[in-house]
């Protein structure tokens, strides 16, 4: 019998924020059931922290360059072949309720879906307006509610004789981070940790660091922190005040997603399905939680970089296991075609690891991985474009824009510096590590068919 696939996403949740990752500032205890009764990825990561290029690479198996959403401002042409065609013209019922973000009209809206009942772009916490199947509509309550209501709903609608693909794409927790009224006093009394990098002064990093329009004391909007600062506050305690603020709505958020969840995982259990059931949660990309003063993603950095992703499939997956195995977004749409029985597409990027969340990582599976961000300098954010390679020790990035420029490295000793604050690509000592991962990097931009805007030198090693 093939696995129904049941696919959770939020936006932007880090897995710093989830208490079966060791969280220190929250409890996600139905995020916990899923990987108490299966497996957690500890290195999943994005190729391209950003919402609508994460979402259409897992959709795809693709990296950015290939399915062509490589920032905000681009559509996914859904003419393309997509995980979900797939998986409808093998049989499956196939749906997606919630954010999208991916355009509309045209050839951008979901195509491969019995069933779509999508936010507008980014799409309200309260009262969101959104299109099922084309027409819009606008429902009353909170949108975490709101999409768990209707992924219900089809659930309970559906072929009870044929397997199913559902993709439950919440927008929670991203910013503006508005929490539901059942949670909005919760941490109220308590002061939430600070992260080890909270006051991170960008030393000994490339001028990107210090750039980036992300930092907690100078970006966070009066939209984001919803109330004035009290007046007589030294810069430290604004800095403090203003995390708190954000933290604790950012977290809210993140609570009525957890019940959310619980809600979906309950039905699975009333119908007798969660034995067949394939179920997952991740998010599209990490967030910076106060880690080195900022909110946000975009970097290759650590926070940036992992998603959360919890699988539970009791007929193949054992529970409460780990594995650190380096899996993509790229790997997902592969996976759910093997788990139905489908043979891997030719056009996906991606490898599927079926056999990763067995518990039988193969020998030759990947040490290394590619990233790029490609959203120049945006006005808001003002992140620099950047790639890089990451193996399980080290990571190396380049920032390859010449304006403002100089162009720049870094590479981080993942072992000796968790928090990568030393770039240590100039120490003589690791000269030996820098000529290394530029040979990989090399070979991973051209096994992903993305050689634009080559540092100098690159060429050399592609005459080799």
């Known amino acids: ?42 290195n999943c990561f994005c190729t391209n922290s950003i919402c609508a290029p994460s979402r ?17 401002n681009e559509k996914l042409d859904g003419r393309q072949e997509t995980v979900a065609k797939l998986l409808q013209s093998a049989g499956y019922q196939t749906a997606i309720v919630g954010k999208w973000h991916l355009g509309h009209g045209g050839h951008a ?18 009262n969101p307006k959104m299109f099922e199947m084309g027409q819009e509509r606008r429902y009353e309550g909170y949108a975490t509610d709101i999409i768990t209501d209707l992924s219900l709903d089809w659930l309970r609608r559906r072929d009870h004789g044929r397997p199913f693909f559902l993709m439950c794409h919440h927008k929670a927790p991203h910013r503006p981070w508005e929490p539901s009224e059942k949670y909005r006093d919760l941490y109220e009394d308590i002061e939430i940790p600070y992260p080890a990098t909270f006051d991170d002064d960008y030393a000994n990093r490339s001028r990107a660091a210090a750039a980036a329009k992300m930092r907690i004391e100078s970006d966070l909007t009066e939209q984001d922190l919803k109330v004035p600062p ?34 979906l995982l309950d039905y699975l259990d009333q119908e007798g399905l969660a034995e067949n059931t394939i179920v997952i949660y991740t998010s599209d990309q990490g967030f910076f939680l106060g880690d080195h003063g900022w909110f946000d993603k975009r970097f290759f950095y650590e926070e940036s970089l992992r998603m959360p992703f919890v699988i539970r499939y009791p007929k193949e997956i054992a529970p409460g296991s780990t ?12 996976s759910f075609l093997d788990w139905a029985g489908l043979p891997p597409s030719e056009r996906m990027q991606g490898t599927s690891a079926r056999s990763v969340f067995r518990g039988e990582t193969p020998a030759d599976w990947r040490d290394s991985m590619y990233y790029r961000y490609f959203m120049h300098a945006d006005n808001h954010h003002n ?11 080290y990571k190396l990035i380049y920032y390859y824009e010449t ?20 770039n240590v690509f100039d120490d003589p000592a690791y000269a030996d ?24 030198g690159e060429e050399a090693l592609a005459q080799r």
């Open 433 to 456: 590590v820098v000529k290394e991962l530029k040979a990989e990097l090399h070979r991973l931009r051209v096994e992903v068919g993305d050689t634009s805007n080559p540092w100098d």
């Open 383 to 393: 992140a620099y474009a950047h790639y890089g390679v990451r193996t399980h020790r």
């Open 323 to 334: 594995s650190d195995a380096i899996v993509l977004n790229t790997d997902f749409a592969p």
């Open 403 to 422: 304006e403002p420029g100089p162009v720049e490295w870094e590479l981080f000793d993942l072992e000796r510096d968790p928090h990568e604050m030393r």
């Open 230 to 263: 009290p007046s007589g506050l030294s810069a430290q305690e604004l800095k403090k005040w203003k995390y708190q603020r954000y933290i604790k709505d950012y977290l809210r958020c993140i609570a009525s997603i957890d019940e959310n969840v619980g809600r």
């Open 109 to 126: 809206d979901p195509t491969g879906f019995d069933y779509w009942n999508v936010l507008p772009g980014q799409g309200a916490y309260h």
């Open 56 to 72: 259409a690479t897992i959709l795809t198996g693709t990296y950015s360059h290939v399915n062509g959403v490589m920032t905000l």
């Open 1 to 42: 019998m093939r696995p129904n696939i049941l696919f959770i996403m939020s936006d932007d949740h880090a897995a710093h924020a989830m208490s079966c990752y060791g969280s220190r500032i929250n409890q996600t205890p139905n995020l916990d059931r899923i990987a108490a009764d299966g497996m957690r990825l500890d």
